[in-house]
């Protein structure tokens, strides 16, 4: 399923998401937004690095 994966880019990918989700929600605790929303925000914005880090790792399907 994974034929070119590598464990380098997968920790990098992990980190990646974790320090990006801990910084949204440090952002949203300094800013004092209800937990949903920026639970919301978080997920987004991880989704989406992780996505743009997908299509770096594998540029063509």
Not at 27 to 41: F, G, P, R
Request: hydrophobic share 65%.
């Amino acid at each position: 399923m994974f034929p070119s994966f590598n464990v380098p880019f997968a920790v990098f990918a992990i980190l990646a998401l974790n320090i990006t989700v801990f910084a949204i929600a440090l952002q949203m605790n300094l800013l004092i937004i209800d937990s949903d929303t920026a639970k919301v925000i978080a997920w987004a914005c991880a989704v989406g690095m992780w996505h743009m880090a997908w299509r770096f790792r594998h540029p063509r399907h």
